[in-house]
């Protein structure tokens, strides 16, 4: 039986170590996951992870994307990481999240779950169309989630918004992992999408991935136990 996950993954865009361990220090209790990306990884491999992540249950948000067989060499080094969850590329076709699938299998005890980035929200319906994806992305996006539970993905990473039309496509054992999530009390920021804690996992969201209104918060521990009260009442 797997064990729970917490429900908030508090997400530390960071590449330097040391202001990533202060950040985590700065909310320094249990009860909550941890999200490191690209830059962290990049600039400090698995080790550099492995070294602030501790313990914690960790999301690695690399958003692989590249052919089958590079992509499951990408899965087996990331293991070294031992996160829970991995995220690849939908776009990147059914064969490479087979593959993601297969060489996280392989990972022997503990089970990292694949999680397929859809359409980035960074993109617009022009943007898709100019490099040839069918939009409107809410489309595109529910087109490669399903893609991607066909393929062997354990979830994907989506907005709020899409949580409801996701759910009732991809049937209640698929995780939906949902960032861009902002507190009535707490600035917008670049988001521009948002929804609050509590409505997120109201719609049937598995897990939150939160930033800024945490590590940029005056008051960071009192702005996370203030959010993961939200959720609890
Ligand atoms: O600071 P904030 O709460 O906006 O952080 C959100 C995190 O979720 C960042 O790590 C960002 O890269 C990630 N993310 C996102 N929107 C997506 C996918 C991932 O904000 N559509």
């Not at 999200?35 to 999301?59: D, H, Q, S």
């Not at 969850?85 to 776009?91: G, M, N």
């Not at 490099?131 to 393929?151: E, F, T």
Request: aromatic share 4%; proline share 6%.
């Amino acid at each position: 039986m797997a064990e729970t996950l917490p429900s908030v993954f508090v997400a530390i865009d960071r590449a330097d170590p040391r202001e990533a361990a202060g950040d985590l220090a700065a909310l320094g209790q249990d009860g909550f996951a941890l999200k490191l990306g690209l830059e962290f990884f990049v600039a400090n491999g698995p080790a550099g992870v492995r070294a602030v992540a501790g313990t914690r249950p960790l999301f690695l948000d690399l958003k692989l994307h590249d052919i089958p067989n590079t992509v499951a060499g990408g899965v087996r080094a990331a293991s070294a990481c031992a996160p829970v969850f991995l995220t690849i590329h939908a776009s990147g076709g059914p064969a490479m999240i087979a593959a993601a699938r297969k060489a996280a299998d392989q990972n022997g005890a503990a089970r990292m779950q694949i999680l397929a980035i859809t359409v980035l929200t960074s993109l617009d319906d022009g943007d898709l169309d100019a490099v040839g994806q069918i939009g409107p992305s809410g489309d595109q996006a529910l087109r490669l989630a399903l893609v991607a539970k066909m393929a062997g993905a354990d979830g994907v990473v989506c907005s709020a918004h899409e949580i409801a039309r996701l759910r009732a496509a991809c049937g209640p054992d698929f995780k939906l992992v949902v960032p861009g999530i902002r507190p009535a009390w707490a600035a917008t920021g670049d988001q521009k999408r948002v929804m609050t804690p509590r409505e997120a996992m109201d719609l049937g969201a598995d897990h939150l991935v939160i930033g800024r209104p945490i590590t940029q918060a005056a008051d960071p521990r009192a702005a996370l136990n203030r959010i993961l009260a939200e959720i609890a009442a």
